[in-house]
């Protein structure tokens, strides 16, 4: 299979977006850093309220040059925007939030992910980091946890692994798995494959995806649109 | 009780941090750190710190300069990837570093300014952050145990004071120093303006001045 990794990461976000369309209730989202922050571009959704976990609840777009303000980045440090009635807090009220299951649902990037929902997303244990951020609150806090990911790495290798190789940010933490070729839902202790891109079969997914899962009975195309 | 608040000089206010104590530095990216008396703690070369901050700045820019200047040995923080020097100066042995996730890191410094010794949370369950750490089950979920994390100096930024040390701050660079307030025993702040008691919005004073003892004016 052969995309662009700009397009992979375009589509992978803009069909998480669609996962916070529909909503008519208030819904109160947090984004990770690359693929994640690009979902708010696609949401075009009032009931979604963006939370960076430096502080904020109605982040807007990313700021354009005239829009710059050095005060106010997001969690990854880009400079954004607010949104009409965003506020500020604290790091504590932020991962209280976090933490006390106030956030719907946080979209993050990873490394790995595996059939038992557990992510890699931390570290690449080479000597050159060391950081954790908040994904590790992120996971155990937020009441689900969607994983965007490209399906494969830049060798081809599965990037939906049997066990993660990585060391673990949460473990049987990921609800919905996002790539560029399919969706995954993890449900009764395993993977679900729920959507496949219109280019692939079935057999294809098969052969790129390391780790074990299910075909639900209901398995449709994935909307790329 | 509490002296009444002095308004000094970045070099005088950082005169009150010894040598091994344990200083808090609020901020989260280079924003709402305080960029004169880091400076001027740069400046004064003292050593044997330990810092408490989410980040170490960038390679020789904020609090980067105190690792150049091998003032710190140890680290209480989340996030080091803008400071690639801090992995460096790990590997060789020459700092310690107590990695935390960021919420973890967070409610420590709530907790220490609290009075709340520990605490238990889901971050970092069965990673290699909890290893040899105590953990407990409540419900069906196992938590991990984790402690208050106090400083001795706090060094902070807000936007503005007024004269009795109240805190206002400027969007997301409130982040940690409000928490960081409560958790050292004395506090530094570094503001861009002192106002007469009384002009601002007693409904919009984020840190009452119980909390502060010294204000520095950015750019004296």
Not at chain 1, 123 to 127: A, H, K, L, R, Y
């Given at each position: 299979m052969e995309m662009s990794e700009e397009i992979a990461k375009e589509r992978i976000a803009k069909r998480i977006a669609q996962e916070f369309r529909l909503t008519t209730n208030r819904l109160f989202l947090n984004l990770g850093v690359g693929i994640p922050t690009m979902v708010a571009d696609y949401v075009n959704n009032a009931n979604v309220f963006v939370q960076a976990e430096n502080g904020m609840l109605g982040v807007g777009p990313l700021a354009k040059s005239d829009e710059e303000d050095w005060q106010l980045i997001n969690a990854g440090r880009q400079m954004v925007t607010m949104t009409k009635g965003c506020s500020f807090f604290d790091s504590a009220m932020s991962f209280g939030m976090i933490r006390g299951g106030h956030v719907d649902a946080t979209v993050l990037g990873a490394f790995e992910v595996d059939e038992a929902g557990n992510i890699a997303n931390w570290?690449?244990?080479?000597?050159k980091q060391l950081g954790v951020g908040g994904a590790m609150d992120l996971v155990s806090g937020a009441n689900r946890v969607i994983v965007a990911i490209q399906h494969q790495d830049k060798k081809g290798k599965s990037k939906i692994k049997k066990n993660c190789a990585l060391p673990i940010t949460g473990f049987h933490e990921a609800d919905l798995i996002i790539t560029e070729y399919a969706v995954f839902a993890y449900e009764d202790g395993g993977l679900v494959l729920k959507e496949i891109a219109p280019e692939v079969t079935l057999e294809d997914i098969r052969m790129m995806t390391e780790a074990a899962y299910k075909v639900s009975t209901t398995v449709k195309t994935m909307d790329v649109a | 009780m509490k002296k009444v608040i002095q308004i000094m000089s970045c070099e005088e206010a950082i005169k009150s941090i010894a040598p091994h104590s344990r200083v808090m530095v609020g901020g989260f990216g280079l924003r709402g750190y305080p960029e004169d008396l880091v400076d001027a703690l740069a400046a004064s070369r003292i050593g044997d710190l330990t810092i408490i901050s989410n980040d170490l700045g960038s390679p020789g820019v904020g609090l980067g300069k105190l690792l150049t200047n091998n003032q710190i040995k140890g680290l209480e923080g989340n996030y080091y990837n803008w400071n690639p020097e801090v992995a460096a100066a790990y590997n060789e042995g020459k700092i310690k570093v107590n990695l935390l996730p960021q919420g973890t890191f967070a409610e420590g410094i709530r907790a220490a300014g609290a009075g709340i010794p520990a605490f238990y949370t889901l971050a970092s369950v069965g990673t290699e952050l909890a290893k040899g750490k105590e953990t407990r089950t409540f419900g069906d979920k196992e938590y991990v145990l984790e402690y208050a994390l106090p400083g001795d100096v706090a060094l902070l930024k807000a936007e503005k004071a007024d004269e009795l040390g109240n805190l206002v701050y400027c969007k997301s660079a409130r982040n940690f120093n409000p928490i960081m307030a409560m958790a050292a025993k004395y506090v530094i702040v570094e503001v861009g303006e002192i106002v007469a008691a009384g002009e601002l919005d007693p409904e919009c004073i984020v840190t009452p001045h119980m909390f502060v003892d010294v204000l520095v004016l950015k750019g004296r």
């Open positions: 570290i690449i244990p080479n000597g | -």
